[in-house]
């Protein structure tokens, strides 16, 4: 049986986050995922708040009281301390990263107004430098740049309804330009196109005479993925004006590049991440976890673990399961599940991005992170939860996804960090004294 001082279950951004700050506290970590998580698909902005109900312009300002007007939010838990600690911590985790020097920027003090693929503005507030220039809150004019073979991003459509933005003036052109000669060609497709210099000749040459005076210009978020600050600074250089990018559907090239960034962070720290093993359970003596059973391929695993940390995403990656009476499973630990309506109660409510009772459903935990029972007593002393997997928050609904996940990894990384720190201290004094 292998040992380490952690073992996380999950590679999204709340596993990943945990993950690399204990390795480079100095923790033997060992990273367990059934796969990649919603990096891969998500758009990559670090929003930490957005609407509560009404749009949010400064997040970190507006979290205490919205944590006070939700009690049991995973935000309650953090505060706003933690989220303040962990938005800068991530941005510092690109310099010197795999993909330097290409950066975050943006602080949890305000929300940047940045364009969706279909022209909706939405408030973010840690974004790519590639993404900042979209940054609309004072209007401005926007050529929106569309590859026919990119079949999920319409140019026309995204300049369409940008315009209906006060202040903002948008139009779309779309351009043949076909990589590998592929028809269907996706988002990854293209930004490796991106990386190779003809390729961006190519494209440079087809706009630079189509644009306006004042317009600044969207691309489809695929700028590159081997090296997306070069590709990204040379189209500014060559069309002589700000460059921005605009989050596809999945799969998501921006995630990609956190993945790698966080991944690669991790094995410099001497620590790593293996997919395909599903974790179907723990060894606990008591209230201790002592090792957790994973999958792999049709064999059972047991690593030995001091401490877990549990961010396995919620009902969106698998983490927690609905069976046909509604009762809810957490999958990898077989904790218990809060939040899920009584018979009768409302679900979901009828609007898309309205009210859904059901989203909050997930593992409750205690101040430090530690899952509860609906006692509110510890089920386990030794296991932290982090990410989507937490109860009590609606992230499509509170755009708050990326701020929860990154804020709860990085405080369950920082808690086992303290707790280690404190015991090897008196294990030292006992052995002084
Ligand atoms: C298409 C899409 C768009 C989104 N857009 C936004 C947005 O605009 N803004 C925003 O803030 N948020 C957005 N989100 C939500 C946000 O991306 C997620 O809330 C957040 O990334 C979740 O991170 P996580 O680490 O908690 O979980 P995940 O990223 O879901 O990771 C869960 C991990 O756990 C693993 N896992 C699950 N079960 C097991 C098991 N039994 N054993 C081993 N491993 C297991 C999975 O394989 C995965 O690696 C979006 C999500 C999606 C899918």
Known sequence: MSRHDVVVVGAGMAGLTAAVRLAEGGATVLVLAKGVGATHLSPATIDVLGYAPDRVDRPLEALAAFAERHPGHPYGVVGAAGVAAAVPWFAERFADGPLAPYAYTGTADENLLLPTAVGVLRPSAVVPETMAGGDLRDGGEVCVVGFRALKDFHPRLAADNLSRHPGVTARGIELDCVPE??????????????????????VVARVAGRL??????????????????????????????????????????????????????????????????????????????????????????????????????????GGVELDSRWAGREVALGLPVAGIPAPGE???GPAYFGEHPMARAG???????????????????????????LAGAEPWREKSGEGISLATGHRAAGLILDAAG???????????G
């Open 346 to 348: 409302e679900r979901f």
């Open 212 to 317: 306006h005076a004042e317009e600044r210009v969207a691309f489809p978020a695929v700028l590159g993925i081997a090296d997306p600050h070069a590709v990204w600074s040379e189209l500014q250089d060559r069309l002589g004006r700000p460059v921005f990018e605009i989050p596809t559907l999945p799969p998501s090239v921006p995630g990609m590049r956190v993945f790698a960034t966080l991944r690669e962070r991790l094995r410099r720290a001497g620590s790593r991440v293996v997919l395909n093993n599903v974790v179907t359970g723990a060894e606990h003596r008591g209230g201790t976890v002592t090792g957790v059973r994973a999958r792999v391929g049709l064999r059972d695993v047991v690593h030995g673990a001091d401490w877990v940390v549990l961010a396995t995403g919620g009902f969106a990656s």
């Open 363 to 389: 593992v409750a935990v205690d101040a430090d992170q530690r899952p509860v029972g609906a006692d509110g007593a510890r089920v386990f002393d030794n296991v932290l939860v982090a990410g989507a997997t």
């Open 422 to 432: 404190s015991a090897q201290r008196s294990a030292v004094a006992a052995t002084e």
């Open 181 to 202: 000669g592929r028809v269907d060609v996706n988002a990854l497709g293209f930004a490796r196109a991106f990386d190779d210099a003809a390729f961006r000749k190519d």
